[in-house]
């Protein structure tokens, strides 16, 4: 199965592992460089933007909040 990961950082990070170390292919979107070179290192496949992992049967989403962020009214 391909599995997309968004925001693979801390607390995503294990599930991610555990997917790929079960044998799926794994994409990863994440915007810290040190996250995507942990999932280098792990073979994953790591996209620019979100919207490569399209084509992924199944997209894990964990973020946390970002102050750059504002809430829309």
Known sequence: MKVG???AGDQEA??????LGA???L???A???E???H???LV???VGAPTELGACELVEVCVVHDPKWTRCS
Not at 14 to 19: D, T
């Open 44 to 46: 994953a496949e790591v």
């Open 35 to 37: 996250v995507r070179a």
């Open 39 to 41: 999932f280098v290192a």
């Open 5 to 7: 990961f968004i925001g």
């Open 23 to 25: 044998g799926h292919e």
């Open 27 to 29: 994409l990863v979107y």
């Open 14 to 19: 294990p599930m991610a592992a555990c997917m």
């Open 31 to 33: 915007r810290r460089p």
